[in-house]
């Protein structure tokens, strides 16, 4: 079955700095690549997606770029502020699993001012 | 009330006991899935339900037993549960197409302890 790996688990920056968390997916027939965020206590909601027909996808200050011959797709987050300190998760979607989302084991990223 | 709804958000219970999780999604969503979450391994696909039908069953042990009535009621029923079943359980829905995925919503868990 598909299998998520995420790099790296934990990430600290700097107030202003760029954050890049980046993801690993083995099953080629996956073609949806959603990023979640969760904060303390909070449930997961999805901050970007991407479909497997498109590379990159921009949204204000974050952006996902996916290399589908490689297999990996990466979350860029820029201008970074304290309030994007939380844990991420990547996911991918694999046809066999209908709409299933199998999740990567999350990044947690501190953002110090 | 709108969106992904859980019930209750916290419950402990002993080894012994049989109790129900309870989900439901106003979203008109046709896809609804449960997920555990510990420390451990951080959001683990348990089960999805499509149109009402089970799809997925993740490997999960027999003593989580999934129930869907309808697209926009989810159960996870519980019995003889171990230790290392504490986690927060997750339900989420989303729209489905065949063949197409989407944003799936989540729910804000409920918190489990089993003594």
């Known amino acids: 079955g598909e299998n998520v790996e995420q790099h790296p688990s934990t990430l600290s920056v700097q107030e202003g700095d760029s954050a890049v968390i980046k993801c690993t997916y083995s099953?080629?027939?996956?073609?949806?690549f959603p990023w979640y965020k969760q904060e303390l206590g909070k449930r997961p909601q999805l901050i970007i997606d991407i479909r497997s027909n498109v590379g990159e996808k921009k949204d204000q200050r974050i952006a996902v770029t996916l290399n589908k011959t490689a297999k990996h797709f990466s979350l860029h987050i820029t201008e970074t502020q304290p309030e994007d300190s939380a844990v991420y998760f990547c996911?991918?979607?694999?046809?066999?699993?209908?709409?299933?989302?199998?999740f990567g084991k999350g990044t947690t990223l501190s953002v110090s001012s | 009330e709108t969106g992904v709804t859980q019930t209750p958000r916290h419950l402990v219970m002993g080894m012994t006991n049989k109790k129900s999780l309870k989900c439901e999604q106003h979203?008109?969503?046709?896809?609804m899935y449960w997920y555990k979450q510990s420390a451990k391994k951080p959001l683990e696909l348990m089960f999805v339900y499509s149109l009402e039908e089970r799809v997925e069953n993740n490997s999960v042990p027999s003593r989580f037993s999934p129930e869907c009535p309808n697209s926009s009621h989810l159960f996870l029923h519980l019995h003889t549960l171990q230790p290392e079943d504490s986690a927060l359980y997750l339900c989420a829905s989303s729209h489905q197409v065949q063949g197409r995925s989407y944003e799936q919503y989540f729910g804000p868990g409920t918190r489990l302890t089993v003594t």
């Open positions: 099953d080629s027939a996956s073609n949806y």
């Open positions: 979203l008109g969503h046709n896809a």
């Open positions: 996911a991918a979607s694999p046809l066999q699993a209908g709409t299933a989302l199998i």
